[in-house]
Each structure stands twice: as structure tokens, then as C-alpha cells.
């Protein structure tokens, strides 16, 4: 049998306060989306002023950048480099702003963002995911 880490509510609050924290600090109004390990949604935030279109996208983005273990900014490349084929394959999403939630070498989630330029979603994501780092120690 395995141990396996697992992203708890607490862990996807913790994410959430810290992306929203770096999206009110820029004036984005975003929609910021956490899933787990399965794609499941586990918190989802709308900020004031966030198109509602952003909802589906936040979450589309972290199902996609779970389901395959990747930021969906690797599809956002391969699409502008011209391998259209990459467009074929279910579930991917080819727009910056989706994170996989990596720990000790185990995916437990994913974060996504939507609502601003993609390259602004993925920075408030990465804000999320940054919160779940251990705090450095003093030498």
C-alpha cells in the first residue's frame, strides 16, 4: 500500500485567499477555481465584477491542468507553434491560467484562473499555489 497526501478544504482555502489576495492587489476580477486530484471542484471564488463566463473557464483550466499533470499554458504553446493536433485531445484547455497542486512529488489538485490576459491568470494562480510552500526557515 501507498500513503498518499490529500488537498483538504483547509488546503484549497489557503490557495484560494492567497490567488484572490494577488487578484485584488491588481484590480483583476477574476474567478478562481480549485479542484482535486480527480477533477472534483472544491472551492470556487468569483470575485466582484468577474464575467460569468469566467466561471466555467477557471474550472475547465484546472480540470485540464490536472488531467494531465501540466500548466495549460504547454497547450497554449503548442497551438501558437502551430501543432494544431494538440486541440483533438479531451479535456485540454490551450490557455494559460491552469496549475497543477504538486507536493512532495504527488498531484493533489489543480488552481485556475480566468477572468483577465491568461498570462495575468496564470500569475494570480501561481499567488494560490505559492501559499502552500513551507515558510523558509532562518538559518
Known sequence: METRL???LEDARRIADAAEAEALNNGWPVVIAIVDDGGHLMHLSR???AQFG??????????AAIAFRRPTRVWEEH???GRLRYLGLPG?????????????GQYLGAVG???????????VAQA???????????A
Open 128 to 138: 494560490g499555489l505559492d501559499a502552500l510552500r513551507p515558510p523558509a526557515r532562518d
Open 47 to 49: 470575485l466582484d465584477h
Open 79 to 81: 497551438v501558437a507553434a
Open 54 to 63: 469566467s466561471v466555467e473557464v477557471a474550472i475547465h483550466k484546472a480540470r
Open 113 to 123: 484562473v480566468s477572468g483577465v490576459r491568461s498570462h495575468e491568470d496564470a500569475r
Open 92 to 104: 485540454t484547455l490551450p490557455i494559460e491560467g491552469g496549475l497543477p497542486i504538486e507536493v512532495q
Open 6 to 8: 490529500a488537498l483538504t
